[in-house]
């Protein structure tokens, strides 16, 4: 029998299904469904463009698996998600696909780690993975940022979601967006799709420089078949019944099987709680931040009325059909948009910060958020504690401490000050976090305005920084007790 001999395979995957036998000889091997992987599975769906990568280390003798994919590989019934890295060993079982009701469709390979023969046969039914050559290995950056993250190939009539500007083939947006109202890439809650003309563009060019990129008649056919995007729009709204929301998902911690399938167990309804026809007997559920657990946000009942009139409370505010949401920034949950009724005089309630200009419900309707420290108010009702002053002039607790117990001053002192800005008063609408900087912002300027015979010998007396309030260095307690940085920075200036 004829025989060639070759540099021996480091490891190979045997298919668990039919025993088909892949060999393993470059020190990076890709997988996934772009035709360029190593070992590719170009009608696959469910497998990512490049699902993964095998990597092996001559010097350790180790061998590293990075997922790269947007679903995620399932290593020993082990999820590893994108940018994540495990060590193989020998015996390990790899699910590329891994879905639970439908087991015909799982791709899993069993990894043996130093295949010791030197000589393959002819006639073997192991396929081989050869080195590619050089130019081959150099990615395309072009072509990554051309490519959409659902379908993994280039953009077909491509499109844009607005606020986040993520761009998706207008084909492959359309049936994401029947399953959730949120951008594939971030999350952001989606306002608007428009075409991206320019982008549809610089892809045409590309195309002219390798045809061989380009999509199958048949392919593009699909796709203008599923495309429901033929102008630009609004997201559409989406209502599912929670029977229908259950029997989607096996379980709440399913393994997701499909680049335009994630189960988004996130997912909230689009209907407010205003909205008519919610049903206020489902609760939604909310991940706190930094936190474990799942928690249970108020249905609408237990919620404070927001009517303007506390006579008028039993018949609460109902949305009209087709009525525009707002999206708070913090819960990132729904409210009806009543930005012409929050600016009138007489309003009680507002929606949105007057600095940053986003959305916030917290004055609407308490923030469902479990940390929310009360995301919008006015300046004065701002849930600033007085631990805000530890290190409020540029995080220079010595500072800090001298405008704050030598000085005698506290938040409210300060906040009382702060009025006699014409810019920002006591009334003035802030978010949290606009509010904190502000008061940080303003804490310096009146600090900057206190006379020198009003501040201790030692305070005075001592030479200013030559990086002023920019140092980096006055977090230090020794610096910050050597220089002043009540002041401007003088050199080094860009």
Same mark, same amino acid.
């Given at each position: ?254 393994? &997701? !099987?499909?680049? /335009?399938? #994630?189960? *988004? ?7 407010? @709680?205003?909205? +008519? ?23 609408? &009942? !237990?919620?404070? /009325?927001? #009517?303007? *009139? ?7 505010? @109902?949305?009209? +059909? ?27 309630? /507002? ?144």
């Amino acid at each position: 029998m004829d025989s060639h001999k070759t540099r021996g395979p480091w490891g190979k995957l045997v298919k668990l299904d039919s025993s088909d036998e892949v060999l393993l000889f470059n020190r990076e091997s890709t997988v996934g469904r772009k035709r360029g992987c190593d070992l590719s599975f170009p009608s696959n769906k469910f497998v990512s463009g490049v699902h993964c990568k095998i990597a092996h280390d001559e010097s350790s003798g180790l061998v590293w698996l990075e997922d790269t994919s947007t679903n995620g590989t399932v290593i020993n019934m082990s999820k590893l998600i994108k940018k994540q890295t495990h060590e193989l060993q020998n015996g390990d079982v790899i699910h590329l696909v891994y879905r639970k009701n439908e087991p015909h469709e799982n791709v899993a390979y069993d990894f043996t780690f130093q295949i010791l023969t030197t000589f393959i046969h002819a006639g073997s039914n192991a396929s081989v993975v050869s080195e590619p050559p050089a130019e081959a290995n150099k990615t395309d950056k072009m072509e990554e940022s051309l490519t959409c993250i659902i379908c993994q190939d280039l953009l077909y009539d491509c499109v844009s979601v607005q606020p986040c500007m993520h761009t998706f083939c207008a084909a492959c947006y359309s049936g994401w967006m029947e399953r959730s109202p949120q951008c594939p890439t971030c999350r952001c809650p989606v306002e608007r799709i428009r075409k991206n003309h320019i982008l549809n563009n610089l892809v045409e060019a590309y195309l002219l420089q390798h045809p061989e990129k380009c999509r199958s008649e048949e392919d593009r056919k699909s796709m203008d078949s599923r495309n429901k995007i033929t102008q630009d729009m609004r997201q559409p709204i989406i209502e599912r019944s929670f029977s229908e929301e259950e029997a989607s998902s096996d379980y709440l911690y399913d393994f &997701s !099987d499909n680049d /335009s399938d #994630s189960s *988004d167990n996130s997912q909230t309804a689009v209907m407010c @709680r205003q909205c +008519p026809g919610y049903k206020s007997d489902i609760r939604h559920v909310l991940l706190a931040s930094g936190s474990g657990s799942w928690l249970p946000v108020l249905s609408s &009942s !237990d919620q404070p /009325s927001t #009517s303007t *009139d506390a006579a008028s409370a039993p018949q609460e505010y @109902r949305c009209p +059909p087709f009525a525009s949401h707002l999206f708070c920034a913090c819960c990132f949950q729904p409210m009806p948009d009543r930005r012409p009724e929050s600016n009138t005089s007489n309003s009680k309630f /507002s929606q949105q910060c007057t600095i940053c200009q986003r959305y916030f419900c917290h004055m609407y309707w308490v923030c469902p958020r479990i940390d929310c420290h009360g995301c919008l108010a006015q300046f004065s009702d701002l849930n600033l504690t007085e631990k805000c002053l530890d290190g409020v002039l540029n995080n220079n607790n010595y500072e800090s401490e001298i405008l704050q117990g030598r000085h005698g001053k506290t938040r409210s002192n300060l906040v009382y000050h702060f009025c006699s800005d014409s810019r920002i008063t006591a009334n003035t609408v802030l978010c949290y976090s606009c509010g904190l900087r502000t008061f940080k912002e303003l804490a310096y300027k009146y600090r900057v305005n206190i006379p020198a015979y009003d501040l201790p010998s030692g305070v005075t007396s001592r030479p200013d920084c030559y990086w002023g309030r920019n140092c980096r260095t006055q977090v230090k307690a020794h610096h910050a007790r050597n220089f002043n940085h009540i002041c401007e920075q003088t050199r080094f200036k860009s």
